[in-house]
């Protein structure tokens, strides 16, 4: 079945994006001529493993699932912490 949205992880087609817009993923916005998907949540995201996993929560192929920080993409430690927090 050829759907518009993956089964697996709920997001869209990748695509082109034509227009400056925010990603759901991150705190740095989608722009023109980078890659994007729907999140599946009515808003888009960064089509990169960073932001599919932040939207999604999906683990990656070799680590547990674990959501990465918005403004360094570090995963947090075992105490929380991230490699932004000082």
Do not use: K
């Not at 050829?2 to 925010?22: I, K, M, S, W």
């Not at 932001?51 to 929560?57: D, F, I």
């Not at 360094?72 to 000082?86: K, R």
């Amino acid at each position: 079945m050829n759907d518009l949205y993956n089964e697996h992880d709920r997001l869209g087609p990748v695509f082109t994006a034509q227009y400056l817009t925010d990603c759901s993923g991150c705190d740095e916005p989608i722009c023109p001529g980078e890659d994007a998907r729907s999140d599946g949540q009515s808003s888009w995201v960064h089509a990169d493993d960073q932001c599919e996993r932040a939207v999604t929560g999906a683990p990656h192929r070799d680590r547990p699932a674990a959501i990465a920080c918005t403004r360094c993409f570090q995963l947090p430690a075992s105490n929380g912490a991230c490699g932004c927090d000082s």
